[in-house]
């Protein structure tokens, strides 16, 4: 199948599970709902390639409007999220997809510090201005809830970020996140 179309005004979650090598960059949107959707993205296979990440940022774009809840569910292959890290270089050239989403969660096996700092800096590129970010890693749940000067004002989270308030998360990930906030809102 090379194009689908939805026109659901009652849908309330959809589910893709695939890959994103396909382009999806100047189509109309998949999906024409009235509803907000929760949408879950499967990622079922990485490339590691700007071009995937490209496709990826396109894809989710197509839910931008009428997504409420986004999940991105990480593949078994990089257990780790480090697929959902878009370079500064990447970040800096393409526009975020995605602005005014209630809750991005990450599904993925296990959150390491090591891509900490880089994943979460990438989450908020990819979604602006959330009000809650969440890791999911089988039964464990790990939240950044942020707190915001001015709800209204979408694209300036780094000026209006009031505050972080974060759920769960190990102490050494606690202190990443802690110094990560402090530099980047300066």
Sequence with gaps: MSEVEIEAPNLVSFTYSGSCDVSYDKRPAIITSKAKLDVMIH???????EKYLINLRNLIEQFAQHCQTLTLHCSTFLENGDELIYSEELRNILVPPVYNLKHLKVKLECLHCKFLEQLVGSLLWLSPHPNIISFIMKSEVK??????????????WRRDLKEVTMENFEDTERTILQNYFTNIVK
């Design 43 to 49: 990622l079922s296979f990485f490339s590691g390639t």
């Design 143 to 156: 939240s950044l809830k942020f707190h915001y000067k001015d709800e209204e004002d979408v694209e300036s």
